[in-house]
């Protein structure tokens, strides 16, 4: 049972334009949400999280959107940088409890020059 | 380098040896993690461990695999009798506490079963 979803394997987008990441959980116990991003042959890297009390969180060229009443997050990226092709992953967990983190499959995005 | 090391890097067994893969934390971190890709899988939670105790280790699996996190040095994932479906890469990550503190990767160690 998949908790995380991740459900584009792929985006594609041409440099400059919006990249739009999107996630559903199905666990309503979550309540810290993470997006980590992937290069080749490395460990992910922490990009931006956000609190299930706010439903934004802005750094820079990222910002993450929190849909609770949906249990959908998404992760909008602008300007999208050659930079940015990696695989990027969700990430939620529960705290107070475990700190184990549930990461989805990941969508590959891909920005062209 | 202030962050995560894991080595080895790669690792190559025969089935029916063992395997240790080790990883330090970064500097200040008392929290350690495991987890564990397949090819074209997100990362599965293996166990949570502080000094020199384990928290949660409800990923991993019963037989074979163990993980501990010594007052001094680092943390060991080991497994023992390795099997083919035990070939993925092992991504340790760290973190100073509990609560709104993100973990940080190390770069994996990719395990190959012959």
């Known amino acids: 049972d998949q908790q995380v979803k991740q459900n584009s394997p792929s985006l594609s987008v041409q440099e400059g334009r919006i990249s739009i990441l999107n996630c559903d959980y199905t666990?309503?116990?979550?309540?810290?949400f993470l997006w980590y991003k992937k290069y080749p042959a490395e460990g992910p890297t922490f990009l931006i999280s956000i609190s299930s009390i706010k439903d934004k969180n802005e750094d820079g060229r990222f910002t993450v959107f929190l849909n609770k009443s949906a249990k959908h997050l998404s992760l909008h990226i602008v300007p999208s940088q050659p930079g940015d092709s990696a695989v990027y992953f969700c990430a939620a967990l529960t705290q107070g409890g475990s700190e184990k983190l549930v990461f989805g499959k990941g969508t590959k995005l891909t920005v062209n020059p | 380098n202030a962050g995560v090391m894991q080595n080895p890097r790669h690792l190559v067994r025969r089935r029916g040896q063992e395997a240790r893969l080790r990883c330090s934390p970064m500097k200040g971190h008392s929290h350690v993690y495991w987890y564990r890709q397949l090819p074209e899988e997100g990362l599965k939670f293996m166990v949570y461990l502080q000094k020199e105790n384990i928290i949660d280790e409800s990923g991993m699996p019963k037989e074979r695999f163990s993980a501990e996190f010594p007052k001094e040095g680092p943390s060991i994932l080991r497994i023992q009798q390795v099997v083919r479906g035990d070939s993925a890469a092992y991504f340790c990550?760290?973190?100073?506490?509990?609560?709104?503190?993100?973990?940080?990767f190390g770069d994996g160690t990719r395990l190959s079963i012959l």
């Open positions: 990550a760290s973190s100073p506490s509990q609560g709104n503190q993100p973990q940080h």
């Open positions: 666990n309503s116990m979550f309540d810290y």
